[in-house]
């Protein structure tokens, strides 16, 4: 079982540029959740989606949005990339109570 | 508004020691609480979780506490080992699986 996996692992952009993270879940999982972790802090909840539809949603802008696919796969987009958006993404997959994380992407904005 | 927060923001403790975590909540709606061990450049990983049924639960050498009428939770880790050194953060959601809500984190050396 390869756990959950996100790539990429690193990742430098500009600032205004747009983004796209990318997650595969445990094997079993349906569900997905998308964590921001800014240096020195604990996750932040962005949003979560199971049967490709977003479930619930933290307290993030718009400019955060993502997707679910057939195989539970998801994918995190961010648009219009500010410098405080630089942090550690990381993505979770659950079925029932636990969540299980994977390595994250280190999102640096220049 | 910080739903739950948690001490001390950091912790060394000397081999075989016990190494105590607390954290405390605000939302009663809140039905599980995991902690989870997060080592440098990795993503946190899930060491053990309670719910508000029970009031201790214990694997290994990790042990979680659980008031519910004091809505405080704590981790105790017995025989610490330089290994062990890491950052831990408590969190809880209403419906295990869904929305976690994050303490600040507790840096953790295990000192030989």
């Known amino acids: 079982d390869a756990g959950v996996t996100q790539s990429p692992t690193h990742l430098i952009k500009t600032r205004g540029q747009q983004v796209t993270l990318r997650c595969s879940p445990k094997s079993g999982h349906d569900t997905v959740s998308w964590y921001q972790q800014a240096l020195g802090q604990g996750p932040q909840f962005i949003f979560q989606?199971?049967?490709?539809?977003?479930?619930q949603r933290g307290n993030f802008p718009d400019r955060f949005s993502g997707h679910q696919f057939p195989n539970y796969s998801s994918e995190l987009n961010v648009n219009a990339l500010l410098l405080g958006d630089s942090a550690l993404y990381l993505c979770?997959?659950?079925?029932?109570?636990?969540?299980?994380f994977g390595q994250g992407t280190r999102l640096t904005v220049v | 508004q910080q739903q739950v927060k948690q001490s001390p923001q950091s912790l060394i403790v000397q081999k075989g020691g016990i190494s105590i975590i607390n954290c405390a909540y605000e939302n009663t709606a809140f039905d599980y609480f995991p902690w989870y061990q997060q080592f440098p450049g990795k993503g946190p990983a899930l060491l053990i979780a309670i719910r508000p049924d029970v009031s201790e639960k214990k694997e290994g050498r990790f042990t979680i506490s659980f008031n519910k009428s004091a809505k405080q939770f704590s981790l105790h880790i017995m025989d610490s080992q330089p290994g062990d050194s890491a950052t831990y953060f408590c969190?809880?959601?209403?419906?295990?699986?869904?929305?976690?809500?994050f303490g600040t984190g507790t840096q953790l050396k295990v000192e030989l």
């Open positions: 989606y199971y049967e490709e539809e977003e479930r």
């Open positions: 969190a809880a959601s209403k419906g295990g699986g869904n929305k976690l809500t």
């Open positions: 979770a997959s659950s079925a029932t109570t636990e969540a299980f």
